[in-house]
């Protein structure tokens, strides 16, 4: 298996541009989770998703972020529109059913200037 | 909901010598612990977990003990080799609950 692939590594991004982080989980895994990494805050929750079904959102920070999973296979992160404050790295993961085996994807580095 | 604290927030020792990160967790009912290690530029990679049900699990260099009682839980590293540098997360889980709770992470250095 391939892992959990998430696109782009990295994007730099000029303030007020809509930025999109893709995500594909590991075939299988029932649960998809969307985290944000920074030096401050260290590893956030923002959303998560149980088959394909949105399930816990309170750690979206604002309107400006959604979340979509419109099949087993494919997640999106949107952030429309990016602010500086935003730089962080994004990661996916996905776990199975039981939800041992969290696997995470290796991030996409985003850099709002 | 779950709260973990994760200690010390850096560590620093040498080759050979060994390294331990402790975590707390508040809640009781909190059944699966995992352990990450995140090297630069990377995400975090799984390397040793435990369930309640047991107190202490070993994988080679690697070993985490489970106090119930106490609701604290550790990571211990023998023998340590530059490699082993990384950042460190532990995290917990009830069987209620759909999603991880992270500490706040240790940075591991090993010197030469």
């Known amino acids: 298996d391939a892992g959990v692939i998430q696109s782009p590594r990295h994007e730099v991004t000029e303030m007020g541009q809509e930025v999109t982080l893709r995500c594909k989980p590991i075939?299988?895994?029932?649960?998809l989770f969307w985290y944000r990494q920074t030096m401050m805050r260290g590893l956030e929750l923002l959303i998560y998703f149980n088959n394909n079904v949105p399930i816990d959102d309170s750690g979206m920070p604002e309107d400006r972020f959604s979340a979509k999973m419109p099949n087993a296979s494919f997640s999106t992160l949107k952030i429309q529109p990016s602010e500086p404050r935003d730089s962080a790295v994004y990661f996916c993961?996905?776990?199975?059913?039981?939800?041992?085996?969290?696997?995470f994807g290796s991030g996409t580095r985003l850099t709002v200037v | 909901g779950e709260n973990v604290e994760q200690h010390p927030s850096t560590l620093s020792v040498q080759e050979g010598d060994s390294a331990v990160i402790k975590c707390t967790y508040s809640d009781s009912a909190s059944n699966y612990f995992p352990w990450y290690k995140q090297e630069l530029g990377k995400g975090p990679q799984l390397i040793i977990d435990i369930r309640s049900n047991v107190g202490e699990k070993k994988d080679q260099r690697i070993a985490v003990t489970l106090n119930k009682t106490a609701k604290h839980f550790s990571l211990h590293i023998t023998e340590t080799q530059p490699e082993d540098s990384a950042v460190y997360f532990c995290a917990a889980i009830t069987g209620t609950a759909s999603k991880l709770t992270f500490g706040t992470g240790t940075r591991l250095q090993v010197t030469l």
């Open positions: 075939s299988g895994h029932d649960y």
């Open positions: 993961a996905s776990s199975p059913s039981d939800l041992l085996g969290y696997t």
